[in-house]
Structures are given as C-alpha cells and as structure tokens.
C-alpha cells in the first residue's frame, strides 16, 4: 500500500502501512492451496511467435485458449545447483555461484515488488536470487505454516529466465519443503536500522526451518537518515553489503537465532536480508514512478503463467455472458481499495473519505476517449474489481452497466489465493485500467498494462469529499 507524503499527511500504524495486496482480500485467506502439476502448463516453443494454447482447468470444467508470447532462449543457463531439493539447503548450493535472498513480509502484491527487488539486486551483485513462497505472515489470525503460495505457481519463471538471460531460483527447488533438518544462517536486519522497530521485519517461513541470526545493517542503508518515520532503504547500500570490503567492516555483533540460539554473521556465499518492500534507488515509493529501474529492468517481465490467465478468461466470459468459443472482447477494468484503508481515512466519515463511484465513471470515461485516440478502439466493456463488501454498493456497480467477477465459488474451488490472483489478472488483461490512488495493487496493474499492452491508465484520488473532483 502506498502512503502519499511519507507518513506525513497521515499518522498510520506500521502493521497497516504494510498490509499490501494481501490485505486488500484478508477475508479470502485462510486455508491451503490446491496444487497444479507442472504437466499441465505449456512448456515454451523455441522461437519468437505467438503461440495459441490450450489450458483444460479441472474446476469448473472448460477449456479456454489463451495466446502466450513465446521467445527464443537465450544462451543455456550454467547449472546453479548441486541437483534436486536437499535435506540441508547448503548442500545443494554450488561453490562457485553466490545467492541472494529475503522474507516475505507484507501482502501479495507488497512481497511481489518485495521479490522484484530481490531479482534485481540479484542482477546488481552478479547472484542468483532464491525466491520463497508468498505467505500470510503479516496478519496475526493466520498460521504462518499456511496458506503458502509458490510464486512459480503464479508467475512464469522459466519465461522470465529467457527475458533476463540469468536463472532464477525458488526455495522449494533448493530444499526439500519435508526436512526435518533446522538450517542455520546469519542474514543482514535492515528493518531496524531504518525504522523505530528494534527487531528484524521478517524471519524465514517456518516451512523452511531456517534459523536466521540477525546482524544489524549500518544506518546509512537508510534513504532518508533524518526522517525516522521513513522506512525507505537505498538500494545502492544493499549491493555494497555484497561485497568482503563493505561487509567486513560494517559488521557488529549478532543477535543470537530463537530456535538454536547459535550467533551467526552474516552469510557471504547466500546473502540474505530480513525484507525488501521498502528498497529504492532515488527515492520515497520509487514503484509508482515512470523510470522505476526494478520494473524496467525485472517487474515487467513477470508475466503470469497460462493457468492464471485462462481462469481469469473463464471468470470474464461468466461475467460478459459469453459462450465458452467466443472472443473476449477489449475492456477496462477498475479496482476500487476499501477495506483496510478505512484506517487512512483520519476520522472522515467513510462515505467521504472513499471516492464515489461517479469519480470512477469519470476516469473510465477519460481512459475510454484516450484508448479510441490512441488506438482507434472503441472499447465498451467495463468490469469491476473490488473488495467492498456492501451489497448496495454492488447494486450501484450494476446499475452502471459495469460487470464483475464472481467470487462466491472461488475460495472453495481453487484456494484462498485465488480471489486476488483471478482479479490481479483481470486487471492486467485489460486495454484500460482505473485503479484506487496510494494502492500497490492499482499501481502494479497499472505498470503492468501500460507495459504489456500499451493501454491507458487512470487513478483516483480518495481521503476527503471531492478529492477527485476536477
């Protein structure tokens, strides 16, 4: 979730400011995934053409065909582990290759750009990045056991490997997610060196059995050393902390690990960090901005794998009313915030703290006109994404001709993931794309539709009456 002004304009508790994609469909997670097996994706072609494929889904019974780009491999990637997962993930790390990692520790969407950055600081220090599942950690109802979420079940690594030409690795591939061995490892805590907070933000996901030892970073990882409600972290402080000179003598003493109570410096031959969320290289929520380098150089090339896209088209034909054979037309998707940013609302009365549903009609009205400029489409097709849970509200939405998808079913067919992966795919698919100001979620649909499809994009703006007014 992105806070305008730093803090400033609004006193927000840090538990919030962090919440994040996952957040915004907190009712939605709590309980196990079903698994996929990787034989059932399309593997790529190896030449630069677009590929329609067939993907059958076991729930509800369709098939769709979804037309994914594939691209010609780049030269083979050397071998960067030992082989299959181990007991003990050092003994499937290579001697002559360097890895980098970090925790998840936010939402969805806010540990995706957390995993985003963690990819381009592996590109920085010339290290693999070891990806872990995404994990409900931050909200305290939920077991942090579960429900996990592998990102290669979600987005395409081997895709992703081609467009950077390095390879990039998930915990699951590194150890075996049944050990019974507790690992131990020395990681870097920046959080408590940028923020008031005298512990790390993140452990290892109890899956992992890793028992991290926690050094404190030097306080010039901080963007802003002046501003103590400021979290952000330069990036250029982390690639230093990568090589013997900066590392050596920035070290202080560990804090000694819960589980073995072993103290650990920091690991050279795995670098790892306690989060990456708040990780810069020129400023304060750098994600939303046009020259964002972690997007340019990594985000834009995480695309979803086919099965995340051919539900999103089996949800978008039950709500355009189409029949199985016919095209998706082009459309504009909305996402609208509420939920936990009532707690931004600084005692304004919710009904004018939240942008009405007019402000939205504005915006698709505008992202309509520019896409038929641009594009020389008409596009009439608008469908909503949400996590209002008012049913009034949801009559409002229909009375403006606007379809949704329908989640009744989903939590219970696919998983408590499922929700925000078939609307986070939605959101993307579309020509043109209203989203809510200050919502990580709005902003990586919105970067991702401008990259993808050369669509339009448009964000409202919320907090007071009229704040969208113009």
């Not at 900066?246 to 073995?260: A, M």
């Amino acid at each position: 979730m992105h806070l305008s002004h730093s803090f400033g304009r609004r006193p927000i508790i840090l538990f919030v400011c962090l919440s994040g994609g996952l957040g915004y469909y907190v009712g939605y997670l709590n309980g196990t995934h079903p698994e996929w097996p990787a034989s059932q994706w399309p593997a790529p072609t190896p030449d630069k053409v677009l590929v329609p494929t067939t993907v059958t889904l076991r729930e509800p019974q369709a098939t769709v065909t979804v037309t994914t780009e594939a691209f010609s491999p780049r030269a083979e990637l050397r071998p960067v582990l030992n082989g299959t997962p181990t007991a003990a993930f050092k003994d499937n790390l290579r001697p002559d290759v360097q890895y980098v990692t970090a925790w998840p520790a936010s939402g969805f969407t806010n540990d995706f750009m957390g995993y985003m950055n963690l990819i381009y600081l592996g590109l920085l220090t010339e290290r693999v990045p070891i990806i872990p599942s995404f994990t409900p950690s931050h909200v305290t109802h939920f077991d942090t056991n579960g429900p996990r979420l592998d990102f290669g079940a979600v987005f395409d690594i081997p895709r992703l490997e081609r467009e950077l030409g390095k390879p990039v690795l998930e915990w699951s591939q590194v150890k075996d997610q049944n050990s019974v061995v507790m690992d131990q490892l020395g990681c870097w805590n920046i959080w408590e060196a940028v923020s008031v907070d005298r512990t790390p933000r993140a452990y290892p996901p109890p899956v992992l059995k890793i028992d991290a030892s926690y050094t404190v970073a030097p306080k010039w990882v901080k963007l802003l050393p002046n501003d103590e409600d400021d979290p952000h972290i330069k990036l250029s402080a982390l690639v230093s902390l990568a090589f013997p000179g900066k590392r050596e003598s920035n070290l202080q003493s560990p804090v000694q690990s819960p589980v073995l109570e072993v103290l650990l410096e920091p690991d050279h031959h795995l670098l790892c960090f306690d989060h990456l969320y708040w990780v810069v290289t020129l400023e304060q929520h750098e994600m939303f901005r046009d020259y964002s380098p972690s997007w340019r150089f990594v985000g834009q090339y995480i695309h979803w794998v086919p099965r995340i896209e051919g539900l999103a088209h089996t949800y978008l034909r039950q709500a355009f009313a189409l029949a199985p054979a016919e095209s998706i037309p082009q459309y504009i998707a909305i996402h609208v915030r509420h939920g936990d940013f009532a707690a931004m609302c600084d005692g304004v009365p919710e009904l004018d703290c939240f942008a009405p549903l007019i402000a939205y009609a504005r915006r698709v009205e505008e992202v309509r006109a520019e896409i038929l400029k641009m594009k020389g489409i008409a596009i009439e097709r608008v469908v909503m994404t949400s996590d209002e849970q008012d049913p009034a509200w949801w009559d409002a939405v229909r009375a403006l001709g606007w379809a949704y998808p329908d989640h009744t079913n989903t939590v219970q067919q696919y998983g408590k993931w499922y929700p925000i992966l078939v609307d986070g795919a939605i959101q993307s698919g579309s020509l043109g794309f209203v989203g809510t100001d200050e919502s990580t979620v709005s902003m990586v649909a919105s970067r991702r539709i401008k990259s993808w499809r050369g669509g339009a994009a448009r964000m409202v703006k919320w907090g007071k009456l009229g704040a969208d007014d113009h």
